[in-house]
């Protein structure tokens, strides 16, 4: 399997922006949900967006209205907008891949993915 790849990720003040970008190329199922989880030292991986193939989208609660995921036109680049950041935005975040597409939306259980990229650190500061 080619690997997810993340960028994009480096240092930020609160209130500024950043964007995340996650290479694709090889997903090549016509169904399947994407999804970015991030997770901080001594955290659990938290899902933090997440879309499908048909153009459902999903929010973690504590990024709504801050963050936007999108994809290219070709579908091989998944990118995560951050805007006015926070620092409780800080640690690594992944994005992940799984060839199907569930009732709800791309679900934002970290269980559910099975291809993952090897993550990029953000950190915000106050």
């Known amino acids: 399997q080619v690997p997810l790849v993340e960028s994009g990720g480096g240092s930020v003040q609160a209130g500024g922006s950043l964007t995340l970008s996650c290479a694709t190329t090889?997903?090549?199922?016509?169904?399947?949900?994407m999804s970015w989880f991030r997770q901080a030292p001594g955290k659990e991986r938290e899902g933090v967006a997440g879309?499908?193939?048909?153009?459902?989208?999903n929010y973690g609660d504590s990024v709504k209205g801050r963050f936007t995921i999108s994809q290219d036109n070709g579908e091989t680049t998944l990118y995560l907008r951050m805007d006015n950041v926070e620092p409780e935005d800080t640690g690594t975040y992944y994005c992940?891949?799984?060839?199907?597409?569930?009732?709800?939306?791309?679900?934002?259980?970290?269980?559910?993915?099975?291809?993952w990229g090897q993550g990029t650190q953000v950190t915000v500061s106050s």
């Open positions: 992940a891949a799984e060839p199907r597409l569930y009732y709800k939306g791309p679900p934002l259980e970290a269980h559910l993915y099975k291809r």
């Open positions: 879309i499908d193939s048909d153009g459902n989208i």
């Open positions: 090889g997903l090549t199922q016509h169904s399947y949900s």
